[in-house]
């Protein structure tokens, strides 16, 4: 079966850095649109970065570009977020996801067929 596993959360102070992975199991990954979401309590799932089947065209929310990179190793089914000079709204459960066919819509999270268990990031002030 499909599994998306993402790592790397945690608790930091603003201004620091961390770095998500998630790991894809049980789908053809270059086949994949892959998307990163972030819920925070009590708000909509919001998107954050998206990148394209080969990893050659990041998109990026205009809330963390400049800060946020995306990136994926198809030779591993990972895909990536750096997040650097994070602040105390960066907080929220970050989920990748995948996509199959968005329709050149990478933001719409109802786009995605399969998504992670999340990962909980705190930004502390």
């Known amino acids: 079966q499909v599994q998306l596993v993402e790592s790397g959360g945690g608790l930091v102070q603003a201004g620091a850095s961390l770095r998500l992975s998630c790991a894809a199991s049980?789908?053809?990954?270059?086949?994949?649109?892959m998307g990163w979401f972030r819920q925070a309590p009590g708000k909509e799932r919001e998107f954050v970065a998206a990148?394209?089947?080969?990893?050659?065209?990041?998109y990026y929310a205009e809330s963390v570009k400049g800060r946020f990179t995306t990136s994926r190793d198809n030779t591993k089914n990972t895909v990536y977020l750096g997040m650097n000079s994070l602040k105390p709204e960066d907080t929220a459960v970050y989920y990748c996801?995948?996509?199959?066919?968005?329709?050149?819509?990478?933001?719409?999270?109802?786009?995605?067929?399969?998504w992670g268990q999340g990962t909980q990031v705190t930004v502390s002030s």
């Open positions: 996801a995948a996509a199959a066919y968005t329709g050149g819509v990478w933001t719409d999270k109802y786009k995605y067929d399969w």
């Open positions: 049980g789908l053809t990954f270059g086949e994949y649109v």
């Open positions: 990148i394209s089947r080969s990893g050659g065209t990041p």
